[in-house]
């Protein structure tokens, strides 16, 4: 296959013309020696592309983008041009959401461990529901909502026991994981819901886990949430809000293939159909995943043994996913060159586990030549640190040959902010 051919399918925006490689009409070269690396690069037309065709699946559906795949204000404020609501984990993800241009009435809000001061500021928002994931929140909630004079509007996120075939560490929709209620005690916990005084029983949550690649175990959730919903209508509690969380896999090895929106609507609409609710999704990594490349440029060569390594300066403090899952993310040079070397492509920080890819084939490159690491969109900056005291790298967005930088690269000062001694 050739190289543009293989390119176009982790993004049509990423392409090489004249051997160089571009990402949105935006020669990332220049781009890279403008900015400096590491550097994370985002395409808007990648992102409104992949929200454009949830939206065409799914028609009437809220798609509220799960802002923990790429908080950056100027991505969330692209999902809010597209009339995304947010799928958030904490109260700062909520303020984030609101600061990037997201209403707060498409805001959903789950996660194991609110603390009261994150409930209190979301029911100031007055955000669409919470997201809640066990009684002891739900007491707290309701509490809390009575001492403000409100009314909590809540979906209880189940756990529908399945298993989403998919990396242990991203799994969260079995019973063995920390998250939601059990699908089988859910239906006793809505109904004692139901009579709190401050609190609003409006929906149904689910999110078994993400990187799916196979859609089987969102057929068997789906269908689970919705048996219960038909349990809680016979009961006379009345479900305005489906949420089947987020979870749609992306390419991350030259031979993914991965299922489209589309064909997650195909599955999931017929199950839903006599269903008098509004859908919610909570895509992260499918919208922004493939709309993101961290460039890093390469600082010195090493031969050891039978072995090269690639330095970069892109370690595990940027992209923390080969360290933390052993994922596979896909470089490429920024400059193609016919001659190939293989290698380890290895990071600057202090550990061995700090490689990025192990045993690739790529263009020769040279001290300061730049790579390109793909499917970086979605959990990548989000993820980093300041690890070995490196300061995290700038953020910008490309769309059609020009470009704007959304968050600068960090200084040492930065990272001392208020620190003394
Ligand atoms: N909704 C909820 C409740 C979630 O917990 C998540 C992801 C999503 C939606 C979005 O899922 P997505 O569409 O992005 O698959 N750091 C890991 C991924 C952790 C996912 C956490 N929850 C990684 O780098 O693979």
């Not at 904490?90 to 209403?103: L, M, N, T, V």
């Not at 998919?166 to 994981?177: E, R």
């Amino acid at each position: 296959m050739g190289s543009n051919e293989l390119l176009k399918e982790y993004s049509p925006y990423l392409e090489y013309k004249d051997g160089v490689l571009y990402f949105d009409g935006v020669n990332l070269q220049e781009l890279a020696k403008e900015l400096g690396t590491p550097l994370y690069v985002y395409s808007a037309n990648h992102i409104r592309d992949q929200i454009r065709a949830y939206k065409e699946a799914f028609k009437d559906a809220l798609i509220a983008y799960a802002v923990k795949a790429n908080f950056n204000l100027g991505v969330i404020n692209i999902a809010a041009q597209e009339g995304c609501g947010a799928d958030t984990v904490s109260g700062g993800e909520i303020y984030r959401a609101i600061k990037g241009g997201i209403p707060a009435d498409k805001i959903v809000y789950a996660g194991v461990g609110k603390t009261d001061e994150e409930l209190r500021y979301a029911l100031e928002q007055d955000i669409l529901m919470f997201n809640a994931e066990s009684e002891m929140e739900i007491e707290v909630l309701n509490e809390l909502a009575g001492s403000m004079g409100k009314k909590a509007r809540i979906a209880i996120r189940v756990n529908p026991d399945v298993d989403p075939k998919t990396h242990p560490k991203i799994a969260t929709g079995m019973k063995k994981s920390k998250f939601g209620i059990d699908i089988k005690k859910a239906f006793e916990v809505y109904k004692w819901a139901a009579k709190l005084p401050n609190i609003e029983v409006v929906g149904i949550h689910c999110h078994i886990g993400s990187q799916l690649l196979d859609l089987s175990p969102f057929e068997e959730a789906v269908q689970k949430v919705a048996d219960l919903y038909q349990k809680l209508k016979k009961e006379g509690i009345n479900i305005k809000y489906l949420d089947i969380g987020g979870g749609l896999g992306i390419k991350y090895k030259p031979e993914d293939k991965v299922p489209t929106p589309k064909d997650l609507a195909d599955i999931v609409l017929p199950i839903v159909k006599d269903l008098d609710v509004q859908l919610i999704l909570e895509p992260g990594r499918s919208i922004a995943g493939n709309g993101g490349i961290l460039i890093t440029q390469v600082q010195f060569l090493k031969d050891k043994d039978d072995k090269k390594f690639v330095i970069v300066d892109a370690g595990f403090n940027d992209l923390l996913r080969p360290a933390m899952y052993g994922s596979y993310h896909h470089i490429v040079a920024v400059k193609e060159n016919p001659e190939k070397i293989t290698c380890d492509i290895v990071g600057p920080i202090c550990e061995t586990g700090d490689i990025l890819g192990e045993n690739r084939t790529i263009c020769k490159v040279n001290r300061k030549d730049y790579l390109a690491i793909l499917s970086a969109g979605a959990y990548g900056f989000v993820m980093s640190s300041h690890y070995n005291m490196r300061p995290r790298a700038a953020e910008v967005i490309v769309e059609n040959g020009s470009y704007k930088v959304t968050r600068p690269r960090e200084d040492w000062d930065y990272i001392l902010w208020k620190e003394t001694v």
